[in-house]
Each structure stands twice: as C-alpha cells, then as structure tokens.
C-alpha cells in the first residue's frame, strides 16, 4: 500500500453529461510498479518508453489520486499464467532471449516475430512481459473479489498473439485479465479505444461468445495491423461478438462521442456483459507522433465516464501513445475520473514537471483546429446501423454454466496445427480468416504456427549447446 500524500482540488467538468460521483477508496484498485522501465540506453521510444507511465504515476500522485484508491505494487505473472494464453516454447523462448545472446535465437527470431524493428529484444524483456501481465491478472482478480475499478495503465498490450510478438506487445495482458475474469464472469465486453485496432485481443476470442470486443480505430487497409474493417465480426459461435468501427483520420471529440455511445450503448443492452475491460491508449489523441486523431484529453476520457455509468466491474489499461506528455495527461485525467474527482487544470508540481511546458496545463490545446474530420455524420450512421444490424444476431445476454473454465478460446487446435472454422463462413478452411480481412500478416502468422507445432522444444539454442542430433 501507499503512503503518498498531497491534496488535489476542484476543477473542470467531465466532456460528458456525466457526474463524477465520489467513488469508495476501497472499491478503486491501482496497480504500479516503477521497474516496468526498460533500461534508458536502450533505443525503445515507443510504447516501452519509460517516461510514459513515470510521468502519469507522478501525475497522479501529484493530484493526490492515491488517497482515493488502494495502491498495489503489481507482482510479476508467473510461467503458468502466461501460458493460459501463450504458448509454452513462445513463453520459454521470451525467458532465454537477451541482447547479449539473440544471435544464438535466430532461427526463432522470425519465428516469433522478436528482433524486429517493432519487437526489439531489450535487456529486462521478460520481467516487463511479466510484469504488465501481473498488473492486469491481479487486477482482474481483484474486480471477481468486490472491488469496482483496477487500473493498470502498464497494460494493454493488444496485439500479441499466442504464438508471437506484435506492434510492441510481446504477453497479452489483456487475454491473460479477461480470462480469469471469465472464471467469474459469464460474460465480458472488452472496448479498445487506441488508434490501432486491437487485433490481438479479437483474435484471441473471435469463436466465442463470452467475450465481445468492440474496437474503435482508424481503418483504411493499410494503417498498421491492418485489420479491423466492419466485417470482421467472428465466426462459429463468436459470429457477431466482434465489434469493429473502422474511422477515418481527424476524428474530433464531438464525432467521437457520437459513434462510441451509440455503440456502446447499443452492445450494453444487448450483450449485458457482467464485467467491462477498456484499453485507453492514447495514441488516438490529437497531436500524437504515430496517431491520425484529433481528439482532446477530455474527448479520450469521456469514453471512461460513459462506461463508469453503467456500474459493472471496470478494468480499465493502458496502451499505445507516443507523445509521453499528453499520454501522462489523459491518464491522470482519467485515473480522476475513475475516482469521481475534478482536477484543477493547473498541473501539480512533479519530478517531471518541466515536460508539460510551455502551459503546464492538464488540458493543453493540442487539438489541431484546422484539421478536416474525414468522418462525417453519414459514414458513422453506416456504421451504426451496420453494427446494429449485426447485434441483431446475438442472443439476448447468452448464458453460461458458471462452472464452466474458459477452454482454448483462441481456436487453434494443436492437433491438427490450424484454426477451427466454419467451413460455411469461411471458404479457406485452414484460415481463421481470409486474407483479404487479415491480409498476408495472417497467412504468415499461420505459417508459423504450423512451424511451432512441429519443432522439438529442445532445439531453442543455436549455440555449443545445441541439442540437433
């Protein structure tokens, strides 16, 4: 537990119509731990850079949040956790990897998508990986044992798979939190409001109808992953728990707004779910180095008052956002509205205080006025009425045995080393999906599943002490 302590005071209104009432300390669970920090030498200045989470932490404390929720310092997951969701020689393969002896890995390099300019091998990796996950498992627990709200803003790594690394997510957080969830919960919505489409986390559950994702992100085919265009909506028995609102660059506060309570309206209603899990990144803000919005501190966090409203158990994480500055901002911000408290705009004084120049406000203009939104109002009704529509398949809040342990649900079956489809929704049965929804990623992906299937778990060194006889 913490013993910070300074004083916070009044401040602006939520965006939304909102009341941020006072939320009970015991019920709010925040999770830290300041050596998630990778090493400053290396060159990750992306969503492994240090100051992000630093300066929100400092943010945080400097508005004296932590008096208004339980702080933990998040524990490491441990080998069996991660492996709930990844494989075991992907998870062993992270454990033994380091800078120092990547050369020796380099026939699973490739394979698993590590050393690459997006999954760099940096010393620390695998108590990074174990951290994050720690975070987010701890925090789904502590949300099946009462409490209200977990946040973990070191989680929400969305795109690792279960076989590799992807776009700076190397242990899927997320999964491994939605899953002990699920021995709970009947069911899970999981919301993803990071400019990238959380392809990682739909993957993962696109047969099943325990969990439905629902992902906002800019979508034009080749904006990275690559995935999550409107048609994209789960097969078998997850055929219609996939959400995707595919948006276009420029994106303001007041379009935002819009589609995601429509939406999410409309998915609370039907779907019912007995947990919610938000992934906040905040490359989806305006001004950000990677990200195509336009969207206001503000504008993110009104996404996280709309789902507080709705009383289910929270998770809320972090993500992607590389303007470290206004990323500290939105999750201060929103670690405020999670708390029910109004922040002055003026920003307290911190170790990092001198980031935040030249206003040293939590709400510093960054929106970019002359920006033209590319989303006008009839493209969001088509989507609108198109994820309707869609809804209209589900079954009203689906039941579920409550002894039931959630199995494999990413669909791949080892014994045969593809995915398990239906033949009548996809015509290449050996795809989970077609290469025209998942691009050439996905066939290489598969690929290389295949090839993980059937390498002994011996051969992991290329070293003296090599075991290929």
């Not at 830290?32 to 060159?43: A, E």
């Not at 989680?155 to 899927?172: D, I, M, P, Q, R």
């Not at 009947?186 to 990238?196: A, C």
Request: aromatic share 10%.
């Amino acid at each position: 537990m913490s013993s910070y302590s300074t004083t916070a005071g009044p401040g602006p209104s939520s965006l939304l119509n909102v009341n941020l009432t006072a939320t009970n300390k015991e019920k709010v669970c925040y999770f830290y731990n300041g050596r998630l920090d990778p090493p400053h030498h290396t060159d990750l200045l992306h969503l492994l850079q240090p100051s992000k989470k630093s300066l929100a932490h400092n943010l945080i404390i400097g508005y004296g949040l932590h008096k208004k929720m339980h702080c933990y310092t998040q524990r490491r997951a441990t080998e069996a956790e991660m492996c709930e969701f990844h494989s075991e020689d992907y998870i062993e393969f992270l454990r033994r990897v380091t800078p120092d002896n990547a050369n020796a890995f380099s026939k699973f390099l490739g394979r698993f998508n590590v050393g690459v300019d997006d999954c760099p091998v940096f010393e620390g990796l695998y108590d990074f990986c174990r951290l994050s996950a720690g975070g987010s498992i701890e925090g789904a627990r502590k949300l099946c044992s009462g409490s209200e709200i977990a946040i973990n803003w070191s989680g929400g790594l969305h795109h690792a798979k279960k076989f590799e690394a992807s776009g700076f997510c190397y242990v899927n957080d997320i999964v491994l939190g939605i899953l002990q969830l699920l021995r709970i919960y009947p069911r899970v919505v999981y919301i993803d409001i990071d400019v990238h489409h959380g392809d990682g986390v739909q993957e993962a559950f696109y047969q099943s109808d325990r969990v439905m994702t629902v992902s906002f992100h800019r979508y034009d085919g080749s904006f990275f992953p690559g995935t999550g265009s409107l048609d994209e909506i789960g097969i078998r028995t997850g055929k219609a728990y996939a959400v995707n609102v595919p948006l276009q660059e420029h994106i303001d506060d007041a379009s935002y707004a819009y589609i995601f309570e429509k939406v999410m309206q409309n998915v609370m209603d039907v779907y019912q779910p007995s947990a919610v899990v938000l992934q906040c990144g905040a490359d989806s803000l305006a001004g950000d180095r990677l990200g195509s919005f336009n969207l206001s501190v503000k504008g993110h966090g009104a996404c996280v008052a709309f789902m507080k409203k709705f009383k289910v158990p929270l998770m809320v994480l972090g993500g992607g956002g590389y303007t470290i500055r206004n990323v500290a901002r939105a999750w201060a911000y929103e670690t405020g509205v999670c708390t029910g408290t109004d922040l002055p705009n003026e920003l307290p004084q911190n170790q990092y205080y001198m980031h935040y120049g030249p206003d040293f406000r939590l709400h510093s203009n960054n929106v970019d006025r002359n920006a033209e939104n590319a989303n006008t109002r009839q493209y969001l009704d088509q989507i609108r009425v198109a994820i309707a529509e869609n809804l209209r398949q589900v079954n009203w809040a689906p039941s579920v045995a409550m002894n039931e342990i959630p199995p494999d649900l990413d669909g791949f079956n080892p014994d045969t080393g593809g995915w398990e489809v239906d033949e009548m929704d996809d015509k290449n049965p050996e795809l989970r999906v077609d290469q025209d929804k998942y691009g050439q990623g996905g066939a290489q992906r598969l690929r290389r599943d295949k090839e993980m299937n059937e390498f002994d778990d011996r051969e992991m060194y290329d070293g003296d002490h090599d075991q290929d006889h």
